[in-house]
Structures are given as structure tokens and as C-alpha cells.
């Protein structure tokens, strides 16, 4: 794994065009701020292109130990020291000094606004004085909203920009809102970033999350902060008698060892931060809550002496990116903001630097190691610049990495991906400077200050070996002998000319089988994913440059990918989708190489892939012959498959056979075969296709429908297409192709919706909804017999009821053989009832279109079984006429299920007398048995006498009536049914019988 990569990230530079000996310096936007040591002055030098042009200067109260510059606000803000006592002021409005004007203006923060004078003019710089209570000691500017941290010996006083509009005039001002007490731990740097404070000493490092009032998380750390205070405190307990005494601080060094906490564990730190809330806008609320994130201690190296410079820790930073073009909205007077999608904190250590993430989880994602001791680092989205004495070293990072993993957690999948935030760091160049002392990093500028003594340029260049042995006799040069110093202001590469550099210097391993290749252009990816990560990009021709590079580089990877025999061999496919590359263009790409042995697992991972899936693209016919080709030679056993696929629409049917042939004599399957029938139909040749066909069982055939459906439909643009096979069947044999969607829907391959629009399109009829072709009616019935889930089967058994009712409403409709009839449909599943005699006796003497295709018959045997919801059914009533005996079944069933038998019997005895006996004796049970002679004995009786003793039927029926309630009642209850209108010799037998079977019980 090669560590160093001799690449070019820095480009020009020029030189600030200071006149003195810079002693501090800051940047920001496209500004330079610089201090000159003694000087109570700050001169703001302007960097645009290839030039570096003084732009103004403004006079300090005192001398400048700190400053720094807020990009939201455009702002400065400084520590001075007079009279060696130590101020914080900021500066706004400071650009007005370019003009040439010298009006400044002075106040404290926390003046009432409305008190400036209303001619307060645009054209002044304002000076903001913050007083504080201990000495600042260091600064940082929040980057998202602008807010100031400061930094005393024991405490950090949080500054809140604001945006006061005031006579028409917007104007800046400061508000102490948050003040946090911090013990246990000296503060030497500060970062400061949306609600993330870092805090670093020399030894440690401490983040915290400063929680809203109002946010559950900051109720959570309430009740845990109120657990920890009742704890006991056990440094002040007594010693255990019998033990030894405590060690005096004077008679060793005591050293702690090396710790790392994050979360839960941060408890247990012995830093504790305490919020205490000063902003008046804030007085009524409870004090914010303090959430540790992460702490760690580094133990000191006592190897050269007491001294912790070996491990003394430097460069604090807090990184956010965002999440990309999302904005949200800031105050009335303010700039949106930009969405924090992720945050990385940085800090070093002379030899070794670590990178973390904090935003959603907090891990180490880096350690960065020297060779030699670092002064400073600079972390930036696409790199880690650090200077050490005499270089200046660039390392890539992985923020974009985490990044993009936190904006897409499912990034990691078979359509998109991203190099790992595991990957090796590497350093891409280490640019020699002589007497390198503090960096700064702003935009694309990387700004140094360098400051050689004499003896250094000498040393510099000598010979190493004769260093040594001069070094006695080394002339002394004169303490007054001023420094050679330079301000450089460096430019890096423009992310699109650097990426090609990487690109160029990875084809040096590339016929290699290492991993180098891949690993330079993983790097390369991440810096054009970064650009693109950038807030200011926008949409713009850098944006549209950025993603044609973007989309190479994905190509690149997934072709170096697609040559791999690793258990990574499959991220070509990702990479290759991510490159919006044809399939064809891909394979050229590949095939392109000379080595045919190159087309490793990952080519065929993409390729077997990119096919299974229903693509718009069709190859060729010479590129769907190589892909013949070159599964033929490797996985022969897939070319079934493959030529089911959408995209090899285009191959050579009689080619294909052939293929197929030397296929199917190592493994003779139905798929295979159907397959070959599927080519001859493309060949227009139906015998081939009927022999094909022949030669396989209906089961295997069945089976090579279901492990490739693509040979009856394919998804397309989200429509359904039947495949030409699908319409061979339809005339040929239309059970295997229903039984065949049939089981793909019960096997999860196809949606209940999806196997309806295909019978739909498969008939022609796709658009028209009343007219629902016979063989989807045949689908949804076969569909029972699977016996569905409940939800399923519910909106099966409303479809079929539905398109019954539309046929017996329409008995002109043409008629059309179903694939099963109503005993079949009974016999394959239980949701098709047996049909009551009655029922038959009421349409046997009629003769329908509907009876005749079966649909009156399925339906009553439908409503007979113990499925259908009778009360989803009552609606279609309203659409079924009664004026004959088949349609008034329909009605008499529902009332029947409903158990309204006294209106079934007077309208079975209005209209179908000769079925009112049967229907008694099949429905009048149990609990409704006793309208035999409450309801059908006075029924009859009245009827007969209506129509004069002339009517058989009631007669025939009042005898059968008779027959059962004389079984049924006592001789008494049987006595006192009968009427007494005096015809008692009709009832005379059934007396008789009464009175004899009472004798022999």
C-alpha cells in the first residue's frame, strides 16, 4: 500500500504585501487580516484570482493578542492588551475604511440601541466593547450563525449575534446570552459551532452539546445531572482503617493514563460544565443543559525531560457540513443558514493527528501520523493541511465520506455507494517551505507565514553528513539579525485539475492486482464528492462540470471494480450505475482491455444484474451477441435467463437456439425449453415452438414460469407488457398461462394489481373497465382455489360478485367458455357453496344466456358458501331485476342469509309455489323451525280457500306442511293449529296418525 502519492494540490502562490514583520494574521471570505508584531494596527489585504491587493487598515486601542474573523456578520473580533490589561472588541462595518472615511464609532454591548443618534451614518466602522469579568484567553466564531465564544481561564461567555434595524439601518450587535462555568480543566483553545462547544487544554479534550430548555434531551441531563449531585462524594470520605496511607503529591509524579469516553461514559470525566443563562430574552426560562459527547485525555511523555511538548495538544477545529441545498430560514434581517448534516471536530497532537465525527454518532474515523513534529493543522472538507519546520503536508480525509452516509443511511446498496470512511489516509504531497510558523484556510487559499533565521537557510543547504561536523566550529550570527519572513497566500488545485492528476498517477498501478488503483481513485472520488458538498455551489457551470466528473469517476471505480475476484467485486455494479453509463458503453469499457482474463466477478456481478433488471435499454444485435458470448464461456447455465431479459430483445432468435441447445444438453429443464419455444416464436415458426413445448410435462413447464416470469410480461416505464409467448398461450392454452400468473402472484412475483392490468392488455381491452375479459374472470377464480389472505380474498370475491351481476344484468352479453364451470369451482375450493334444491326447483323451467354460461349458477353458489359477505353484496340487489325466477333467486338467497324466511316464504308462494316446500325443508331449522305452522300452515290454508280448492300446489304443499308438523307437534298443540272452519275430514288422516303414534309411544 503505497502511503505517499507525489500529486500537486497546491498551485500558485503569492505574497501578502505587508511592509512589516507579521505577527498574526486571519482570513475569512476574501480577506486577509494581518498584526504586525508592536503595532496597534490591522491591515486588510483583498485576494481575488492572482492578485493580493491591500484593501484598508484600521487602527486597534491596543495590542492584538488574538483575532479572528466571523464569515457570518463580516466581522473581527480581537483580544487586546493596554496597560497590560486585556480587552475584547469587535469590529463591524470595518470595509467602510477602504473608502477612505475615518469616522469610527464606540459602545459597549448591551446598549439600548434606540439611543444612537438617527443620523448614524453607514459609512462608519463600529468598535463593540464586551466587557468581561476574567481575562479572555482565546476566541471562536460560530460559522453558522455567527455567535461569539469566549474564552476566559475558568469560564466561556457565549455572545449572540443580532440583527437590530434601527432608523432604517440594520446594524449588528452582541448579546451576553449564555455563560458556562467550566472546572477541572484549563482552557487554552475554544470551537464553537451550532450548539457544539469544544474545549482543549494541554492534555485534554472535551466536547459538549448545548441543549435547548424547551428539548426533551435537556429534561434527560436535568434528572442525570440531579442523579450525579446526590451521589456521595467519595474523595471526602474517611480511609479504610488498616489501609495505607495516602501518597504526598511531593513525593511522586503522578501521571493519568489515557483516556477516551464518549456518551454516557463523559460522567465519569472530572470536567464539569455549568450553564447559567444572562440573555434578558432568556431570564424566564430554565437554564439550558450541558450534554458531554466526548472526553479524552492524553498521558504526557516525561522521555525528554518534564516537559509535555511531545504531547502537548494544538489546532482545534470543528468542521460542519451541510446537507445539500437546504436552507433554513434565520432572523427577519438575517441570511438563510445552511442545514448541519454533519460535524467533524480535529485536534492534534505534535505527532499525531485525530479526526472525529460528532454530529449523529461520535467516532474516530482517522489518525493521521507525521513524520516529523507538526506546528499547526487546518482541516478542510477535502483536506488536512499541516505544517511542520520545514513542510507543509497535505493528507486526504473522509468527511465527505461520513457525510454522505448521514444524508442517505442507505447509500450502501446495489444502486449507489460510496468509498468507506475506513480507508487508508494517504498524503498527496509535502511542499518544502523554510521556517513555516502559523496557516490559516479560507476558500481555496491556503495562507502561510514563514519566518527563517540565517542560520536556518544555511543549514538547509548543507550536506547532512558535514553538518555534523561543523557543527562546532557553526559561525553565530548577530542576535539583532532580522529574520527572513514571508505572508504566502497559496492557492490549491481547482478540484477538477487535481482529480485528473489522480487519475493519471493511478494508471501506474493499474495493471497491477493490488489495490492501489482502486484506493487513489476512492480518494479522488471523495474530493469531487466534497465539491460537490460545497454551500456555496449552488446550481452553476462549476456544478454541472463537477457532476460530468463526478459521473466519471464512478465509472473509473466500477470498472476497476468489475476486474476484482474479492469479496468487494461487487460495488462495480453500484459505481457503474452511479456513472449513468449504458450498459453498452459499459461493456466496451470493459471488453476495451486487452486481457480478457480482466473480466473478473465484478463484470459478471454487474452484468447478471443490470440484466435481470427491467431496463429500457436495448443492445444490439452484435452487443447482445457478445453477451451471448460471453456467458456462453463462463456461465452457461444463466443463458436462459439472459435471453429472457428486456435488453436482449434485439439478439438472433436462431443464434440464440443454438446457444441454448448446448445448454440444454448438460441440464435439460422446462425453462430451457421454453426459452427455445419463446425464440421460435420470434422466428415466427409455431410448429418449433409447439414441439418445444410438447417435450416438457405442464408441471416443469409451470416451474419455468415461475423461476423467469420476463417470458410472459415485463415491467416497462411502470407499464405491463405481455411477452409474445403470453399471447401464444392465450390461444393455445390459456389454463397453463392462468395457472402460471396464478402462482407467481402466490409466490410474491407479481402484484394482485399488476397480474389484472396483464390480462387486461393481454385481451385488448386494457381501457375499457366494464367490459372485464372472461380470462381475467378465469384468473380470479383459479385465484381462489390458492386460498388468499383475507384481504385478498375479499376484493377477489367483490370482483367476481360484481362481474356475475354485470352479466345477468346484461343477458345479451357475448358469451364465452369459462376454464372452469360452477362443479368445478366447487370442487377445487370451499369458497363456491352447494346450491340449495330449492334454489334448482326455482330455475329449472327457465333458460337464460347467463344461466347457460354458468355466471347465474356460480354466483348463487358463490352467495351459498361461507365466504361472501352478504352485506357487502346487498348493494348489487338495487341492479338485479325479479321478474323472473333466476333473478328473484338472487334476491330470496340475501334474504335468506339475513334470515328474513317470512318474506322469502310470501314470495316464493307469490311466484314460485311449487319450490316453497323445498325451501322450507332445506331453511326452516332450529330456531326458525316453528314457521312451519306459525307462518306456512295459515299461509297455505288462506290461499287454498282463496282460490277455491282448485290449486295443486298449495294443496300438495299443505299436505307436505302437514306431514312435518304433525311429526313435530303433540297431538293437543297439533289440534289447536288447525283451523275451524269445519273441512275437518281433510285433516282427518293426519289426526289419525297422530292419535296412533301416540298409542304406540
Not at 552 to 581: I, N, Q, V, W
Not at 766 to 790: C, G, H, R
Not at 856 to 873: E, V
Not at 938 to 949: A, F, Q, T, V
Request: aromatic fraction near 8%.
Amino acid at each position: 500500500m503505497v502511503q505517499l502519492y507525489n500529486c500537486h494540490p497546491y498551485g500558485s502562490q503569492l505574497i501578502v504585501p505587508t511592509k512589516q514583520v507579521p505577527e498574526l494574521f486571519c482570513c475569512g471570505r476574501d480577506s486577509v487580516f494581518v498584526t504586525c508584531a508592536g503595532g496597534c494596527k490591522v491591515e486588510v489585504f483583498t485576494v481575488s484570482g492572482d492578485l493580493c491587493q491591500p484593501l484598508c487598515s484600521f487602527n486597534t486601542l491596543g495590542k492584538v493578542l488574538r483575532m479572528t474573523y466571523s464569515d457570518v456578520g463580516d466581522y473581527l473580533v480581537t483580544i487586546e492588551e493596554k496597560n497590560n490589561i486585556s480587552y475584547l472588541r469587535a469590529y463591524m462595518n470595518w470595509r467602510c475604511q477602504a473608502t477612505g472615511t475615518s469616522r469610527v464609532s464606540v459602545r459597549m454591548v448591551g446598549l439600548q440601541m434606540e439611543s444612537l443618534h438617527s443620523g448614524t451614518s453607514k459609512d462608519q466602522m463600529e468598535i463593540i466593547e464586551m466587557p468581561l469579568s476574567e481575562p479572555p484567553v482565546c476566541l471562536a466564531c460560530c460559522p453558522m450563525r455567527g455567535d461569539l465564544l469566549v474564552g476566559c481561564k475558568t469560564k466561556l461567555v457565549v455572545f449572540s449575534l443580532k440583527y437590530v434595524s434601527i432608523h432604517d439601518t440594520t446594524l449588528l450587535d452582541f448579546e451576553r446570552s449564555l455563560i458556562l462555568h467550566v472546572t477541572g480543566m484549563a482552557i487554552l483553545q475554544v470551537k464553537f459551532c451550532a450548539e457544539y462547544v469544544s474545549i482543549l487544554s494541554e492534555l485534554e479534550v472535551l466536547i459538549v452539546k448545548l441543549i435547548p430548555p424547551s428539548s426533551e434531551a435537556a429534561v434527560a441531563t436535568s434528572r442525570n445531572l440531579e442523579t450525579q449531585e446526590t451521589l456521595p462524594d467519595q474523595g471526602n470520605q474517611d480511609p479504610v482503617p488498616g489501609s495505607s496511607p495516602p501518597l504526598q503529591p511531593d513525593d511522586f509524579v503522578v501521571c493519568q493514563r489515557p483516556v477516551e469516553l464518549t456518551g454516557e461514559e463523559c460522567k465519569s470525566c472530572n470536567v464539569s460544565v455549568t450553564p447559567e443563562l444572562t440573555g434578558l430574552s432568556s431570564r424566564s426560562q430554565s437554564p439550558s443543559q450541558v450534554l458531554h459527547i466526548m472526553y479524552r485525555h492524553f498521558a504526557p511523555d516525561f522521555s525528554e525531560g518534564i516537559s509535555v511538548e511531545n504531547t502537548r495538544l494544538h489546532s482545534l477545529q470543528l468542521l460542519p457540513m451541510y446537507k445539500t441545498g437546504r436552507l433554513v430560514a434565520g432572523d427577519q434581517t438575517s441570511s438563510p443558514q445552511r442545514e448541519l448534516l454533519s460535524l467533524f471536530c480535529f485536534f492534534s497532537m505534535p505527532h499525531t493527528g485525530y479526526l472525529y465525527t460528532v454530529g449523529n454518532v461520535v467516532e474516530l474515523i482517522s489518525v493521521y501520523r507525521y513524520p516529523e513534529r507538526s506546528q499547526q493543522a487546518v482541516l478542510t472538507p477535502q483536506f488536512l493541511h499541516v505544517i511542520t519546520s520545514n513542510n507543509l503536508l497535505c493528507y486526504t480525509v473522509r468527511c465527505s465520506a461520513v457525510a454522505a452516509r448521514d444524508e442517505d443511511p442507505y447509500i450502501d446498496t446495489t444502486m449507489k455507494t460510496c468509498p468507506p470512511v475506513s480507508l487508508d489516509v494517504c498524503t498527496l504531497r509535502m511542499q518544502l517551505f523554510i521556517g513555516l510558523k502559523a496557516m490559516e484556510h479560507f476558500k481555496n487559499y491556503i495562507i502561510i507565514l514563514t519566518k527563517a533565521h540565517f542560520e536556518d537557510v544555511t543549514e538547509k543547504g548543507r550536506n547532512p553528513k558535514s553538518s555534523k561536523k561543523a557543527g562546532s566550529v557553526k559561525g553565530k550570527v548577530p542576535v539583532e539579525t532580522e529574520p527572513n519572513w514571508n505572508l504566502y497566500v497559496v492557492s490549491t488545485m481547482s478540484t477538477i485539475q487535481l482529480y485528473n492528476e489522480m487519475v493519471e498517477y493511478s494508471k501506474k498501478y493499474d495493471t497491477m492486482k493490488t489495490q492501489s488503483s482502486i484506493h487513489l481513485l476512492s480518494e479522488a472520488h471523495l474530493l469531487v464528492r466534497a465539491a460537490l458538498m460545497a454551500p456555496h455551489l449552488e446550481d452553476s457551470a462549476e456544478k454541472a462540470e463537477l457532476l460530468a466528473v463526478y459521473r466519471e469517476s464512478c465509472a473509473s471505480l466500477g470498472h476497476c471494480y468489475s476486474r476484482l475476484d474479492t469479496k468487494y467485486s461487487h460495488l462495480a455494479l453500484p459505481y457503474f450505475k452511479m456513472s449513468c453509463l449504458s450498459m453498452s458503453e459499459v461493456i466496451n469499457r470493459v471488453l476495451s482491455d486487452e486481457l480478457p482474463q480482466d473480466r473478473g466477478k465484478g463484470f459478471m456481478f454487474y452484468l447478471k444484474h443490470s440484466l435481470l433488471e427491467e431496463l429500457d435499454e436495448e443492445l444490439g444485435e452484435e452487443m447482445a451477441l457478445k453477451v451471448l458470448q460471453i456467458f456462453n464461456d463462463t456461465e452457461p447455465a444463466q443463458l436462459p435467463c439472459v435471453l429472457c431479459s428486456p435488453c436482449m430483445k434485439n439478439v438472433c432468435p436462431k443464434k440464440a437456439i443454438g446457444y441454448l441447445e448446448k445448454a440444454e444438453s448438460a441440464s435439460n429443464s422446462g425453462l430451457v425449453s421454453l426459452t427455445k419455444a419463446s425464440m421460435a416464436l420470434r422466428m415466427n415458426d409455431p410448429e418449433t415452438c409447439k414441439n418445444q413445448m410438447d417435450q416438457q410435462p405442464e408441471m416443469l413447464l409451470l416451474c419455468g414460469f415461475m423461476n423467469e416470469p420476463r417470458l410472459l410480461l415485463i415491467h416497462r416505464n411502470k407499464e405491463i407488457i405481455p411477452t409474445q409467448m403470453a399471447f401464444h398461450l392465450k390461444e393455445t392454452q390459456p389454463g397453463l398461462l392462468v395457472a402460471s400468473i396464478v402462482a407467481l402472484h402466490e409466490n410474491g412475483k407479481i402484484k394482485l394489481k399488476d397480474a389484472e392490468i396483464f390480462f387486461k392488455v393481454l385481451c385488448e381491452n386494457s381501457k375499457d373497465e366494464e367490459n372485464i375479459p372472461q380470462m381475467l374472470v378465469d384468473f380470479w377464480e383459479a385465484l381462489l382455489s390458492t386460498y388468499p389472505p383475507d384481504s385478498v380474498l375479499h376484493d377477489i370475491l367483490f370482483k367476481l360478485s360484481s362481474r356475475y351481476v354485470c352479466r345477468i344484468c346484461k343477458p345479451q352479453h357475448i358469451c364465452v367458455s369459462p376454464l372452469k364451470n360452477a362443479e368445478d369451482l366447487r370442487n377445487s375450493c370451499s369458497h363456491f357453496g352447494l346450491i340449495s334444491p330449492w334454489i334448482t326447483k326455482m330455475v329449472a323451467s327457465e333458460s337464460t344466456s347467463c344461466y347457460e354460461c354458468g355466471d347465474l349458477i356460480k354466483l348463487q353458489s358463490l352467495l351459498c358458501g361461507p365466504s361472501m359477505d352478504i352485506g357487502s353484496f346487498l348493494p348489487f340487489l338495487e341492479f338485479i331485476p325479479d321478474d323472473d325466477n333466476t333473478t328473484l333467486s338472487i334476491h330470496i338467497i340475501c334474504e335468506t342469509r339475513l334470515m328474513e324466511y317470512e318474506k322469502s316464504i310470501d314470495r316464493l308462494l307469490d311466484r314460485c309455489p311449487e319450490a316453497v316446500i323445498q325451501y322450507a325443508r332445506h331453511e326452516l331449522r332450529d330456531r326458525s323451525q316453528a314457521l312451519w305452522w306459525n307462518k306456512m300452515l295459515p299461509e297455505l290454508c288462506s290461499r287454498i280457500r282463496e282460490s277455491g280448492n282448485k290449486n295443486t300446489i298449495f294443496i300438495s304443499s299443505l299436505r307436505d306442511t302437514l306431514e312435518v308438523i304433525s311429526t313435530e307437534l303433540e297431538l293437543q298443540d297439533f289440534v289447536n293449529l288447525l283451523p275451524d272452519d269445519g273441512v275437518a275430514a281433510f285433516f282427518l288422516p293426519y289426526l289419525l296418525n297422530q292419535n296412533k303414534r301416540k298409542l304406540v309411544t
